[in-house]
């Protein structure tokens, strides 16, 4: 019979994710929406849980991202991806979510009635993981995040907060490739990122 060693410790789960893995269990059934009705995944936050330094806010899935069960899929996952390098960063640092995270066979905006059932569950992320910087994409997700309701050229290349974080809008990566001509006032931001995080010692160790 083999003994049970003395030393053996049971495994407690962090309290963050432990908080993160019962949201994803309560999101996968969530019906608060018509999404539940046609949406083949819910993609409930990918990334670092504990204390990343940029936590991402996008929009809604996109059908490759729907049907795949995972985010940063297609060519404005591969520009988030490259635009993370280019400040000495990559997903490991980063924590990825979704103002409404279910999506469908095709893309449809986001109607007032998902947004609203979403809302909570993102929210309860960003209390959760507690990163350093938000950077809500597009200027939908930014009025959600700040209730602040302009257009992207304004809201962009400023400092905001969101209860005591760091807030940076940027374009979204869909309107990046669309105006590609954007994407210098897009690593205008990046570049602002990297310094406030130099600044308050996140960057120790890290070089371009």
């Known amino acids: 019979m083999k003994q049970k060693s003395l030393f053996a410790v049971p495994y407690l789960e962090p309290l963050g994710l432990g908080i993160l893995r019962a949201e994803s269990k309560k999101a996968a059934r969530c019906k608060d929406c018509s999404r539940s009705l046609t949406r083949t995944s819910v993609l409930c936050g990918q990334g ?87 950077v809500p994409f597009g200027a939908m997700v930014t009025s959600l995040l700040l209730n602040i309701h302009s257009e992207m050229n304004v809201l962009r290349g400023k400092w905001y907060e969101y209860e005591g974080i760091k807030v940076r809008p940027m374009y979204h990566p869909t309107h990046l490739m669309t105006y590609p001509e954007t994407k210098v006032e897009a690593y205008e931001d990046l570049k602002a990122i990297r310094s406030y995080l130099e600044e308050t010692g996140c960057m120790k160790g890290r070089v371009l």
């Open 48 to 134: 670092k849980w504990d204390r990343p330094l940029i936590f991402f806010l996008g929009e809604s899935p996109t059908v490759q991202d729907d049907h795949e069960g995972t985010m940063l899929g297609g060519p404005s996952g591969e520009l988030v991806l490259r635009m993370l390098r280019s400040i000495g960063l990559s997903f490991d640092d980063t924590y990825h979510c979704l103002a409404v995270m279910c999506g469908g066979p095709i893309f449809l905006r986001p109607t007032g009635e998902e947004i609203e059932a979403c809302t909570p569950k993102w929210k309860k992320q960003i209390e959760t993981v507690k990163p350093h910087v938000i």
